[in-house]
């Protein structure tokens, strides 16, 4: 029994530095050179610039490889529109396509440790082929040219971040723009990299990408039809236990979310008369149930432990969050591998680190290292939230509304999660609806938002994905 609901949105694809280049070498391949390539991607550049700037001075930065070679074709470009432009070095281009570039470019170009600052500044250094962090002479130039300008626009990535995980290698200024180009990367969306991006724009340079990541995109969540009853819309029962107040939050925004039916069990009381309060047993042997949440207010004493055995027996889709996470992380992970029913966890940091240790990589590899242990789909929190699949696929969030911080705001994901399962969705689909909801329904709750106030939004949310 669900809702009908329609296909998965699969969002804009994410792309690391090796599949980026195993797409450039197919077009290659294909008989493109690649100078045509990098006429593509400057000239889609020099478009985003125009049409987000009211194109000022413009100082472009052109670094020794073919990010450098993009910013040569940019100021072409926009010199060609009548846009004052002078062209700033760390090095002459190295590649030959860059080279080419630099040839056709005949306006000014000087060294930038003597360049005059714009109110326009495109950064052009280095892309997906940075190796190391930039020199320090090199990060004080670009700080004191960033600092002066009035707009700062990225070439495919702020120079200094790492492509695949999101670091800083060396100090990166917050840009308004980045041009992704031919895709989106790891570091558009992982944080700290994220932050420095500012609006991230995809440049179609006619990439064919194989991606195994994609961004979390809007979900498209049917509203109930004349054939819906309370069942189909979805039941979630919400185990309660020591600290009654979260799992509460979490049977709230279940019931917000848009299941037709929740249960919240434990020794708590208030809440919504339309909540349903029942005995934990009789709440699990209910095969009506569609997905059980459990770990929000929990506790960790022996009671709790008989109720996660409970859940995890009782034949039901889960979602295991908070003191759930902190119970499993005692040896619970195997059994987890034997379950029957789909699981979804959903750690912050600490509680990833406890469970999981500390895998090598990138936030994304670490989560997907993560789902392939468990079994389970995984949902890494944090800023940057990332879900993992078991069998590798991934979908990165876009930055919430950092006033998520908050106690609570976890245990309204796990609801909203809960609800997305029983109404039908697998739960990777699931997972990443309820990512989508929190963080638009975070927006809609604005400056000074608690965990309380979310479930609210989430009617207006909702609206936007019928
Ligand atoms: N490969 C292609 O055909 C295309 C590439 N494109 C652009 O090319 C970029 C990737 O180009 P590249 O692979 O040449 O790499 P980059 O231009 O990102 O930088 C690599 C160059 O900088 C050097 N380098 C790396 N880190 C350094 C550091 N910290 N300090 C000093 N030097 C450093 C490397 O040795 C190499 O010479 C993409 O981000 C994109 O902007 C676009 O033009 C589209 C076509
Ligand atoms: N700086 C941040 N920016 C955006 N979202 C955040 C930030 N910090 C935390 N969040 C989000 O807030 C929620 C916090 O969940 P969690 O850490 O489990 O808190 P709690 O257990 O108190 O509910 C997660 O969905 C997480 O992704
Ligand atoms: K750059």
Not at 55 to 68: F, H, K, R
Not at 69 to 76: E, L, N, T
Not at 309 to 328: F, S, T
Not at 410 to 429: N, S
Request: hydrophobic share 50%; glycine share 12%.
């Amino acid at each position: 029994m669900s809702l009908p609901t329609s296909e998965p949105v699969i969002g804009r694809p994410i792309l690391t530095a090796a599949e980026t280049r195993a797409a450039e070498e197919a077009i290659f391949a294909a008989g493109t050179p690649v100078i045509d390539l990098m006429e593509k991607a400057g000239a889609a550049v020099a478009e985003a610039a125009w049409r987000f700037a009211a194109m000022p001075p413009t100082l472009i930065l052109c670094g020794p490889g073919n990010n450098g070679g993009d910013g040569y074709v940019v100021a072409r470009h926009l010199a060609e529109r009548g846009v004052h432009v002078r062209v700033a070095t760390a090095g002459e281009p190295r590649t030959e396509a860059a080279k080419v570039m630099r040839a056709r470019w005949d306006g000014p170009v000087e060294p930038i440790a003597g360049a005059r600052p714009a109110p326009l500044l495109i950064d052009g250094l280095f892309g997906t082929g940075l190796a190391r962090a930039l020199d320090d002479e090199l990060v004080h130039h670009v700080a004191r040219l960033a600092v002066a300008a009035k707009l700062r626009i990225a070439i495919d990535l702020p120079s200094g971040v790492e492509t695949d995980s999101g670091a800083l290698l060396s100090a990166v200024p917050h840009f308004d723009l980045t041009v992704a180009l031919g895709a989106l990367k790891p570091a558009h969306l992982l944080q700290p990299a994220a932050s420095r991006c500012g609006r991230v724009a995809v440049a179609d340079i006619g990439l064919a990408a194989h991606a195994k990541a994609w961004e979390v995109a809007r979900p498209h969540l049917a509203a109930p039809g004349a054939a819906d009853h309370k069942y189909t819309r979805g039941l979630v029962t919400v185990i309660g236990g020591a600290m009654p107040g979260a799992s509460l939050l979490a049977a709230m925004a279940a019931q917000r979310a848009g299941a037709g039916y929740v249960v919240l069990t434990g020794e708590g009381s208030g809440g919504p008369h339309a909540l349903v309060r029942r005995d934990e047993a009789e709440a699990l042997a209910d095969t009506r149930t569609g997905a059980v949440v459990i770990g929000p207010g929990l506790g960790r004493d022996a009671g709790a432990r008989r109720r996660l055995r409970a859940a995890l027996g009782a034949g039901h889709p889960l979602v295991i969050d908070a003191d759930g996470l902190a119970l499993l992380a005692d040896g619970g992970l195997s059994h987890l591998r034997r379950l029957a029913v789909p699981a979804v966890l959903t750690p912050h940091e600490g509680e990833f680190r406890r469970l999981f240790g500390e895998p090598a990589g990138s936030k994304i590899d670490r989560a997907r290292d993560a789902a392939a242990r468990s079994g389970a789909v995984v949902v890494l929190k944090g800023a940057d939230s990332v879900v993992a699949h078991p069998d590798g696929r991934v979908a990165v969030a876009a930055a919430a509304p950092a006033w998520l911080a908050s106690a609570g705001t976890g245990d309204v994901l796990a609801g909203i999660m809960g609800a997305m399962i029983a109404r039908g969705l697998d739960p990777f689909t699931a997972a990443q609806a309820a990512l989508w909801l929190h963080g638009d329904a975070a927006e809609r709750a604005g400056a000074g938002l608690i965990a309380d106030d979310l479930p609210a939004h989430l009617a207006a949310s909702l609206a936007v994905c019928a």
